[in-house]
């Protein structure tokens, strides 16, 4: 399955511009109206669901472009959610926390959200994030695939494969990766990692970096605690091998 989420049989025929359809997971209706209206406002179809059993439900149902997940949830809190939804789906996550919670934004982006938004947070932000989420997704260059070693990305299809092996990452993994590799040997730092991926900085967050690179790290490395591929440049940050 495609990084980006499951396959919609009217987004293949309707192209890029079908409507993308958003799961607001928020328990504070007022919250959750009023990103709602932005989004729509902003050609995006948007529901809301207040708790983690619906959440899981509406993603299996209707197989939503994105979910914009509350972490603060009654019951179940939002992390357990995050951690269900990554089993199910690849759907592209942005988590809403509130301000101090660090820990939990970091523990957030290790199990694979793709970006966070802090409470309270103007609307046009949470609007702006989601483009650049899906955006990430979107498959860019028409026919490249990078062959590195036993490492192939095809670009266009958002398909990672390591020797026979089919390798599962989320939009923002991937983007990651790609730029990583398109550039073998060259050392990126985290700030510049932090730029492929918003265009814009908005908000220098260099451990989010890292989470990422560890995630990646998991999931292609036959070695994750001794990489092979994605090399750490101490002090500077990352490079993909050009051996
Ligand atoms: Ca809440």
């Known amino acids: 399955m495609a990084p980006g989420g499951m396959v919609h049989a009217t987004d293949d025929v309707t192209g890029r511009d079908a409507m993308k359809r958003v799961l607001i997971v928020e328990d504070e209706i007022e919250i959750a109206r009023v990103l709602r ?4 406002a902003a050609g995006f179809s948007a529901s809301i669901v207040g708790d ?4 899981l439900i509406a993603v299996r149902n209707s197989a939503p472009d994105l979910v914009l997940l509350d972490l603060g949830l009654p019951g179940r809190d939002g992390l357990d959610l995050l951690r ?4 199910a789906a690849t759907t592209p996550v942005i988590i809403v926390t509130a301000r101090g919670e660090e820990t939990d934004r970091i523990v957030g982006l290790e199990l694979g959200a793709d970006d966070y938004v802090t409470k309270p947070f103007s609307p046009k932000e949470v609007v702006a994030r989601v483009r650049a989420v899906l955006r990430r997704g979107e498959a860019r260059d028409a026919e490249e695939t990078i062959r590195i070693a036993d490492v192939e990305i095809d670009l266009p299809r958002m398909r990672v494969t390591v020797g026979a092996r089919s390798v599962d990452l989320t939009p923002t993994e991937f983007q990651l990766l790609a730029a990583l590799a398109r550039e073998p040997g060259r050392v990126f730092t985290r700030a510049q990692l932090l730029d492929t ?7 220098s967050y260099e451990r989010a970096i890292d989470a990422h690179i560890k995630n990646i790290r998991r999931k292609l ?3 994750p605690g001794a990489p092979r591929y994605i090399q ?3 002090g500077v940050g990352y ?5």
């Not at 991926?197 to 908000?203: D, I, P, Q, R, T």
């Not at 490079?239 to 051996?243: E, S």
């Open 221 to 223: 490395e036959p070695t």
């Open 197 to 203: 991926l918003h265009g814009v900085a908005f908000e």
């Open 37 to 40: 209206d932005y989004l729509v």
């Open 239 to 243: 490079r993909f091998t050009d051996a």
């Open 84 to 87: 269900d939804l990554r089993r």
């Open 232 to 234: 750490t440049v101490y």
């Open 52 to 55: 983690a059993a619906a959440a």
